[in-house]
């Protein structure tokens, strides 16, 4: 499976970006997508995930309410929209796929990765 992350940019705070990935090779249709960011000097955190159906989605604390995650599984796609942007979600951005459809915010229960996308919100 490949994954291919776009949509990352600098914006000013206050603003807003939204981010895509597109899943190819050998996906089935039961996975879960995610995202995940890491800044400079700290570890990878979750960020949102979204199960097959849609149905499930799950958020980290820091980004409820201004960060929604989508996906479109005729695209092996999905988004996520980010706005109301601050300077702490600077970030290289990853998103990942979970082949067991299970939406946990455990990095370690992701199985394949793409290459990360740079966000930077400036104050």
């Known amino acids: 499976v490949q994954l291919q992350a776009s949509g990352g940019g600098w914006v000013q705070t206050g603003g807003s970006l939204r981010l895509s990935c597109t899943a190819s090779?050998?996906?089935?249709?039961?996975?879960?997508i995610a995202w995940f960011r890491q800044a400079p000097g700290k570890e990878r955190e979750f960020v949102a995930g979204?199960?097959?159906?849609?149905?499930?989605?799950s958020y980290a604390d820091s980004v409820k309410g201004r960060f929604t995650i989508s996906r479109d599984n005729a695209k092996n796609s999905a988004s996520l929209q980010m706005n109301s942007l601050k300077p702490e979600d600077t970030a290289v951005y990853y998103c990942?796929?979970?082949?067991?459809?299970?939406?946990?915010?455990?990095?370690?229960?992701?199985?394949?990765w793409g290459q990360g996308t740079q966000v930077t919100v400036s104050s």
């Open positions: 990942a796929v979970d082949l067991s459809g299970i939406v946990s915010s455990n990095i370690h229960f992701y199985d394949y």
């Open positions: 090779g050998r996906t089935s249709r039961s996975y879960t």
């Open positions: 979204i199960n097959v159906s849609g149905g499930r989605t």
